[in-house]
């Protein structure tokens, strides 16, 4: 990706506030914005599973995928050109694709997990799948420590979920804030997985906090 193109500058129109124009010029000249386009993704966040993907080599295919926070569906698309079926979950609502199952759900909702393992059950009557991931992130309240317990409380639902699911030897990938997953988290993780660690893929801005919690090699219920 060239970053010699010449940036484009945005103006503020009325109304717009300064944030939303801050993000705009953010969009226009971010080389992965441009690319996803180029390439047919559905957003820049798909380059981070690939560049995740490329370090561990984890999608193959025939497998079963759950895609945690799906919307707008740039890593289902990743896992499905590798040839997995995905099954997939999101708030918000997500246009078809094939090779997706998809629900338009709360993962927290007390039926979700349910929903989700019958849906695998479509594909695998063990109901179990080789990768769990998710890219969910509540909205940001600009408090850092309530930001980070936020986010930690829908990391431990979904990997909870993940050792419910996962055949052994899969893996779970889960989106964290700066400072990575907590200690009692991380302990549980290192029970259940051969490996832990973290990885800020390229594609993450810099300027983010975020990085992906990476567990493989599940040892199995």
């Known amino acids: 990706m060239s970053r010699n193109k010449a940036k484009e500058k ?36 798909a380059y981070k599973l690939i560049e995740i993907n490329e370090k561990i080599d984890i999608l193959k295919s025939g497998q079963i995928v759950v895609d945690l926070g799906a919307a707008p569906g740039g890593w289902c698309q990743v896992a499905t050109q590798k040839g997995a079926r995905v099954i997939a979950i999101d ?15 709360d993962f927290m909702d007390n039926d979700a997990p349910g929903r989700l393992k019958a849906m695998i059950k479509k594909y695998n009557p063990d109901g179990l799948a080789d990768l769990v991931v998710s890219d969910m992130a509540p909205n940001t309240t600009g408090h850092k420590q309530t930001d980070h317990l936020r986010i930690m409380a829908v990391v431990e639902a979904a ?25 009692t988290l991380l302990a549980q993780l290192k029970k259940d997985f051969e490996t832990v660690k973290h990885m800020k893929p390229p594609a993450s801005r810099k300027e983010s906090a975020e990085q992906y919690l990476i567990a493989t090699d599940f040892r199995g219920r």
């Open 91 to 105: 708030l918000l609502e997500m246009d078809e694709l094939a090779d997706v199952d998809f629900i338009r759900m």
């Open 10 to 45: 945005v103006k503020t129109a009325k109304g717009r506030k300064s944030g939303s124009t801050r993000w705009l010029k953010r969009q226009l000249n971010d080389p992965y914005v441009n690319k996803a386009q180029k390439d047919g993704y559905r957003g820049r966040a």
């Open 159 to 183: 990997s909870c979920f993940a050792a419910e699911v996962l055949k052994p030897g899969g893996t779970f990938i889960a989106k964290v804030r700066q400072g990575g997953a907590q200690n």
